[in-house]
DNA sequence: GGACGGTGAAACTTCAGGTTGCCTC
DNA sequence: GAAGTTTCACCGTCC
């Protein structure tokens, strides 16, 4: 076996692999397993290495991606300015793009990422280090799957530009590297395993199905499935059955589908066709209808709606209650107990830790909608400007899903509420502020700036003085808020 | 005596990513 | 399972 050394200049291997790589004017993602180490390991690089003037203008730019940067954006601005980056899905999608830009055209020279840069990007390096092939799962610290090894590894050398790639995997022991030849670089991928056996994904194939006209009787149920690579893979055709029964079942009692006599054709009620249009679980919709039930005929507040969204499957990851905050949170639950839509499941029960977790992700959303600033989450919530704008977008499209659902049930007023809460939660603002954001070009910061200065709503938009306003946005944004309200005349714009 | 600070061992936490919907209070 | 963080007991010092 051909062998190379690498000089262990520095305690840390990886830190070595790096240097040599940028030694050779080459570039090199390396791989870790979890964020804060992404974080770690590229300060580590990057603390041995003088600020590039060119690298100046990258590191502000992300920097400066949020209107008060948080620890995260420093830390990034910090190793950018080194030519070092790294990447996971806790930053900001401006400074993901960015990193990725910057990688491809080689102005950055390393990124130390979780596995999400293996997948779906196309962004090769001459050199791959993989430095954990072991990552946290079910079952504690397991190895990688085959498959994501090579996913990773084959993001080594880019064909333009190198004739080879190297991608080197990090032992730690002796034995280790053992394991690690045979497993991976010897061993076979695992078999693909197909995603509709997933409850939820099922559910949603036969409420599509039958919704669209797809297929009506049972019948035809079947047979569609019996063509797919599920089934190919199941082989237990009477197992297949008994799911797809328990999923009709499911259906019907949740009111979206509806048998007919002979129970043999169904058809989707009005409330699953829409459901089925909407792209959300079933049971999530149904989860979702029970709640606006009693909503309907108890006191509500935005909180209310948190709390139902954040007690979703689609939800997850929630945010996690911690063992020493647990008082705290059962503190906060009794002062909001009567606002929520569903039953608290018993103490000891095991559900109650999901519970209080979806509690936590609520009063972090209800801090987003007062208007606390992004470093104030990553701080108390432990979550990232990345994680909290999926979370953001997913509750936006749960929220628009309940507003539908009101529609079909009649509870207009309801629907009223859910759509202000949306609002807020979209831009993470006090509902003082939602008659600014229908602005082009205003979000939470700026109409913060105008409410405190006691521009109030559109009206007071008009009052304006275009000077004021001006040195409160800026010349062309003032411009563009004025011409929103109706005000384009020449004389706005004297005085310039 | 007691307030304070430093130290280290023990206990406790946490740990990747995510398709693509809709329409505008 | 491992790295990072918090907690806590313990000890010495200074006033």
Redo the contacts with the bound molecule.
Sequence with gaps: MQTKKVSASYPEPVVSLAFDTLQMNKQALVFV??????E?TAEEIAKNIKDNEDLLKIALTAKTSLSNPTKQCERLSYCLRKGIAFH???LTQGQKTLVEDNFRNGTIKIIC????LA??LDLPAFRVIIKDL????RR??AW?PVL?YLQQAGRAGRPKYDSHGEAIAIA?TDSEKENIYEKYVKGEPEEIQSKLAVEPALRMYVLSLIATGMVSSRKEIYSFFDRTFWAHQYQDSDRLAEVIEKILLMLSEWEFLRADEEEEVFNATPIGRRVS????DPYTAYFIVECLRRAASKKIEVFSFLHMISSTL?M??LV?????EIELLQQELAKYHELLLMDEPPMYDAEYDYFLDSFKTALMFREWVDENSEEYLLENF?VRP??LQ?KI??A???M?AAQEMCTLLHFPYL??EI??A??RVKYGVKEEL?????LKHIGRVRARKMYSNRIKDLGDVKKADIIMLSQLLGRSIAASVKKQVGQESEKTLEGF
């Design positions: 397993n979890t964020k804060r180490s992404a770690r996971h899905a806790g990422c979780t596995p999400t997948y779906g072991k990552r946290f799962g504690g610290l990688i994501d730690n249009e909407l792209c959300i689609e997850r990851p996690k209650a911690k063992t020493r432990n990345g994680e999926v977008d997913m936006d499209w749960l628009y629907k009223r759509s202000k949306r609002f939602l008659p600014l954001l229908r």
